[in-house]
């Protein structure tokens, strides 16, 4: 123990004399620790959030749309919109699918909302049952949701979202208070917590719900819907419902043989994997970025190293004659590099942190910290320091005492 403090300090002397030189070296390992990490944790944080968005409009769901929907990263985009989705197909779908729990159909269109001599020129009118709610994880702060006496006695009442209540009514309560929705009139009976946005971008408290038979005959006029939200009975039985549910369609609506679909059958599970798989790509350029600056960061010990060694040799050469074994000395060596890379990627990790916490506060992101990002920096850098100085080392253990005592 006494032998490595010694050589530590040894350690800390002799890379005090070359100050610049040692900043410089230590410089690659700090910004390949510092990307390692950084990255990593921004990786874990965003696919934590998407976890987290995915939850937030519903569990175990399935939602079909008409038409056909492409998807481009976590975006739905729709392609070409079918007239052929109805209410009828939701209960087919209830009273035939093993898989599927409940069903909501929905159908929407963004309208103009006005109370008093305030207007909102576009607020989503989202048309649904009330089971709405509980498939899309929806729930109301104050008031009620309508009930299915509401949608069969088509009812000309609505829950509006926690923005349209403050841009229309700030402090005032809007319980009781009747709006105008295009030129329907409708009663607020109830409003939502607040949502936020969704994975798509969505702001889900900007929207006003109404019962569907209400909006299709009152505000649309038109029999068929926009989607059907579903829930299927476990986690594992997403898959088959979604085969199922397909094959239901495809058998109401007369497709067959080759024919494609007039609908899309949406598992969100597919949006979390290929954002997934967007978070994995750029976790993998963040580690390539770590690796070439771990590598320059390399070379720099390693030519700091060879240069000390050569400036060094008479130290060396007295410390062979008074008695000091190769080991002693290759373990001096390379135990001054571990210093260097070890300081640069102390600093980087500590950095690193601040700037996530930073990224995360400003970007509102879950406060994640990688552990496995953690592990490969401090594996990183001892093997970096490690094996940028087994070169000095050798070649320093290869100076004989006698020669530099005559010289």
Known sequence: MIRFLIN??????????????????????????????VVSNLSESLSKK???EISKLGENLLIVKSGIVRRVGARTNLIGEATNLTIGDAETIKQNSLYVKDVAPSANK??????????????????????????????????????????????????????????????????????????????????????????????????IFVPLNTYLRSFVNKTFINSISMKVIDDKSTSLA???????????????????????????????ALSTQAMDMIRILGRVAALMSFIIGGLGILSIM?????????????????????????????????????????????????????????????MVISIKGLFMTLLATILIGVLAGIYPAKKAVQIQPVNIIKA
């Open 8 to 37: 530590l300090r040894i350690a800390f002397a002799s890379l005090g004399s070359f100050k610049v030189r040692t900043a410089l070296a230590m410089l690659g390992a700090f910004l390949g620790t510092f990307s390692l990490v």
């Open 306 to 366: 060879v240069l000390i060694v050569n400036e060094r040799k008479t130290e060396i050469g007295i410390r062979r004659a008074i008695g000091a074994r190769k080991r002693d000395i290759m373990l001096q060596f390379l135990m001054e590099s571990s210093v260097i890379s070890w300081c640069g990627g102390s600093a980087g990790l500590i950095l690193s942190l601040i700037a996530s916490i930073i990224i995360f506060t400003i970007a509102q992101l879950p």
């Open 110 to 207: 963004i309208f103009p909302v006005r109370y008093g001599n305030t207007t909102l020129s576009s607020v989503l009118i989202m048309g649904v049952t009330p089971a709405y709610t509980d498939i899309r994880n929806f729930q109301v702060q104050s008031g009620n949701f309508f009930t299915d006496e509401d949608n069969v006695n088509l009812s000309k009442v609505a829950v509006i979202g926690t923005k349209v209540a403050d841009r229309l009514f700030g402090n005032e309560d809007p319980l009781g208070k009747n709006i105008l929705i295009y030129r329907v009139p409708c009663r607020i009976i109830g409003v939502l917590e607040e949502k936020g946005v969704d994975i798509s971008g969505f702001d889900q408290d900007n929207q």
């Open 242 to 272: 979604k085969a199922e549910i397909t094959d239901i369609l495809r058998s109401r609506h007369k497709i067959t043989g080759s024919k494609k679909d007039d609908f899309t059958v949406i598992d969100l599970k597919d949006v979390v």
């Open 50 to 52: 998407t976890e987290i």
